[in-house]
């Protein structure tokens, strides 16, 4: 997929392929660190359920410098419209390493 992708100059078909977990994978370039795979949620809405019940508002983005903020899942009342717009020019400076937590309150 990724090779078809680069002949096509069409980016994002290797994680079209195998999908959103691959994608959320981070690695870091710090020692000891640069030779980790830290895996994202692997079942975000189980996740997102488990906390709305204990009455969390929340929501699970992946954002970085290649493809702006991807919302994985959130519990009800977020508006995700607002968020994307938000995080999408990556305002964390999250890039090739590990992705910090980065937590947006409504005033």
């Given at each position: 997929a990724t090779v078809l992708g680069k002949l096509l100059h069409h980016k994002g078909w290797f994680y079209a392929v195998v999908g959103p977990v691959a994608k959320a994978v981070d690695s870091d370039k710090v020692m000891p660190y640069d030779a980790c795979l830290v895996p994202g949620p692997l079942d975000v809405e189980a996740s997102v359920a488990a906390l709305a019940r204990k009455?969390?508002?929340?929501?699970?983005v992946d954002v970085n410098d290649v493809s702006g903020a991807e919302i994985l899942g959130s519990t009800a009342g977020i508006d995700e419209d607002w968020l994307r717009r938000?995080?999408?020019?990556?305002?964390?400076?999250?890039?090739?390493?590990?992705?910090?937590?980065?937590?947006?309150?409504l005033e």
């Open positions: 009455g969390a508002r929340i929501s699970v938000s995080l999408e020019d990556n305002p964390a400076g999250n890039d090739d390493s590990m992705t910090p937590i980065v937590v947006v309150m």
